[in-house]
Every structure is written in C-alpha cells, then in structure tokens.
C-alpha cells in the first residue's frame, strides 16, 4: 500500500524549483496559485535568498505550492494514504480530495500570515531540535524551562519551543544523553504563542465546504484517520497551536498496511524520519523531476 506525504516547513531551499518549473503543467499551476494569493511563488522557487524564504509567510504557502503542483503530476487515483507534516497538511487535504487547489493556497497564505503575525505579538521565541535522551525525561525537562514539545518526530527526535530566553537558560543545563540544535525558525509554532493564528484560521475556514477524503487521511493530532473534510479542517486549524505527532502518524501508516511512501516536493526533511520510524519496501523522494519515472511506475502497480 502507497502513501503520499507532504512536507513541511524547512524542506524549501533556495532554488528548488527550477528544474520543476521547466514541466509546463507544473509551471501553470504554479503561476494559477500565484495569482491567487498575490504571491510571486516562481521568484521565490527560484531565485529568492534563503532569508526570504524562511519567512513563515513566504514559506508556507511556496511549500504547499510546490508540493501540489507535484501531485498533479502522479497518478493520485491509486494512493491508499496521505499524510502531511505541520503545513503539509494542507497539500495532504488537496490530494485526499477534501479541498481543491485555490482553496489550498488561501488557506495556507492566511496560515503562514497569521502565524507570523502572531510570532510578533509576544516576546522573542524559537525552536530546537532535541535529538537522543528519552523522551519522557526530555519532555519534563523541557518543562523545567517553561518550553514545550512542538513536534513529535520519532526515532529520538523532539522538536521544543517557546521564548528564546528560556532556550538560553537551558543551554546551561542541557537534557541528560540529548544533542540541542537551534532551528532557524521566525517564532514557537505549535505551541500557545500560536492561539491568534488560530482563530483567524477559523474564521476563513467557515467560508470553504470541504469534501469528505476519497482516501486514508491522517491528522497531526495524534496520528488518526479522519473520515469527513469538515473534521480534518477543524484539526488543522487547530493543529497550529499544539504538538505535531509525527511518531504516531507514522504508527497508524505502519498499521494499515504502507509499505511504500512518496515524498512530494519539496522533498528529503520527511525522508529520514520515515526511514528510520517505519519498515518499508520503498521510499521515494521527489527531489527533482526525474523521480516522477519511478513514483509513478510504484503506483501504475499498486492495484495489479
């Protein structure tokens, strides 16, 4: 069984979209998503700085962006699962039918807005990635510091959060057998500094009448599969403000069978987690158009 998973924010890098943007459907849909959202996504594929990119409210949108218009380009009618990571749920929620593409980039252009507006109402944060120690000891002591998980990533990676000069303090007393990396990141994302954002997300999801999910779609909530559109929208909007279960998303694809996941562009931040939390018999990243050749080949076979 084949899964398509959609990355998040940090899989964009400057440039990435060049070689994409030589397939003319691609370009197109990228060009109908610009219009869109009065958002030059071509400019900032190609030839933007990392700097600007890594703006949440460029980032957001010109990675769901980028990860729809690979979709298009598989043959979706034989995925068995979808699954995003943080903003790639938003693509998730394309692909499994639930919203259509214009639907998509608004949504997530008033995400990455709202998100960074809401990084600048409180006082200076950031995130870290903790990588090793037990996760429960590196959770409660994280709490010690008044951070908190932001995401869940598996295989002895816990993503925290909250006001950088707690993250100073605890530079001072690092987690027990735990590696801290600061992340480039413009503020604590899925935490409770993200609560404006939330509801001005809920606000605009009002106004969209989702579909139900022609396939399996899981939510970062805890890992679940979520039968009707209107619900998954709900989690997402509410997913904004609490924790990424990445781990147990990865659970529910290894208990229902996946045995092969697809990486949409953006491609590669996703790649290591699933190859270190699940057994599967392939996975294939789509870095670059060349890659299409064999994600499609792995779904031309998934129901013979």
């Given at each position: 069984?084949?899964a398509?998973?959609c990355?998040?924010?940090?899989?964009?890098?400057?440039?990435?979209?060049?070689?994409?943007?030589?397939?003319?459907?691609?370009?197109?849909d990228?060009?109908?998503?610009?219009?869109?959202?009065?958002?030059?996504?071509?400019?900032h594929?190609?030839?933007?700085?990392?700097?600007?990119?890594?703006?949440t409210?460029?980032?957001?949108?010109?990675?769901?962006?980028?990860?729809?218009?690979?979709?298009?380009?598989?043959?979706?009618?034989?995925?068995?699962?979808?699954?995003?990571?943080s903003?790639?749920?938003?693509?998730?929620?394309?692909?499994?039918?639930v919203?259509?593409?214009?639907e998509a980039i608004?949504?997530?252009?008033i995400?990455?807005?709202?998100m960074?507006?809401?990084?600048k109402?409180?006082?200076?944060t950031?995130?870290?990635?903790?990588l090793?120690?037990?996760?429960?000891?590196?959770?409660?002591?994280?709490?010690?510091y008044?951070?908190?998980?932001?995401?869940y990533?598996?295989?002895?990676?816990?993503?925290a959060?909250?006001?950088?000069?707690?993250?100073?303090?605890?530079?001072?007393?690092?987690?027990?057998?735990?590696k801290?990396?600061?992340?480039?990141?413009?503020?604590?994302?899925?935490?409770?500094?993200?609560?404006?954002?939330?509801?001005?997300?809920?606000k605009?999801?009002?106004?969209?009448?989702?579909?139900?999910p022609?396939?399996?779609?899981?939510?970062?909530?805890?890992?679940?599969?979520?039968?009707?559109?209107?619900?998954?929208?709900?989690?997402?909007v509410?997913?904004?403000?609490?924790?990424?279960?990445?781990?147990?998303?990865?659970k529910?694809?290894s208990k229902?069978?996946?045995?092969?996941?697809?990486?949409?562009?953006?491609?590669?931040?996703?790649?290591?987690?699933?190859?270190?939390?699940?057994?599967l018999?392939?996975?294939?990243?789509?870095r670059?158009?060349?890659?299409?050749?064999?994600?499609?080949?792995?779904?031309?076979?998934?129901?013979?």
């Amino acid at each position: 069984m084949i899964a398509i998973a959609c990355p998040g924010q940090g899989s964009q890098k400057p440039g990435f979209m060049s070689s994409w943007l030589e397939i003319p459907s691609y370009r197109q849909d990228i060009e109908i998503m610009s219009d869109e959202i009065g958002l030059d996504l071509i400019r900032h594929g190609t030839t933007s700085d990392e700097d600007t990119i890594r703006d949440t409210a460029i980032a957001q949108p010109l990675i769901v962006a980028a990860s729809i218009a690979s979709a298009n380009l598989l043959n979706l009618e034989n995925v068995d699962a979808v699954v995003g990571h943080s903003v790639g749920e938003v693509a998730a929620g394309y692909v499994a039918g639930v919203i259509k593409m214009t639907e998509a980039i608004r949504l997530v252009n008033i995400r990455g807005q709202a998100m960074a507006r809401a990084a600048k109402t409180s006082e200076e944060t950031s995130m870290a990635a903790i990588l090793g120690g037990e996760p429960k000891q590196i959770v409660a002591h994280l709490a010690k510091y008044n951070l908190t998980p932001a995401n869940y990533n598996g295989s002895g990676q816990i993503v925290a959060a909250g006001l950088k000069s707690d993250f100073e303090a605890m530079q001072q007393d690092p987690p027990p057998m735990a590696k801290v990396i600061p992340l480039t990141v413009s503020g604590a994302f899925h935490t409770k500094f993200m609560e404006p954002a939330v509801a001005e997300l809920q606000k605009h999801i009002e106004q969209i009448k989702p579909i139900n999910p022609r396939t399996m779609l899981l939510s970062n909530q805890k890992g679940q599969l979520v039968t009707t559109g209107q619900k998954y929208l709900d989690l997402l909007v509410g997913q904004v403000a609490n924790p990424v279960r990445w781990d147990l998303c990865m659970k529910t694809m290894s208990k229902n069978g996946i045995g092969v996941v697809i990486e949409l562009s953006p491609a590669g931040t996703l790649a290591g987690l699933v190859k270190r939390g699940m057994e599967l018999s392939n996975l294939i990243t789509l870095r670059d158009p060349i890659d299409l050749e064999q994600a499609n080949y792995a779904l031309s076979g998934a129901r013979e």
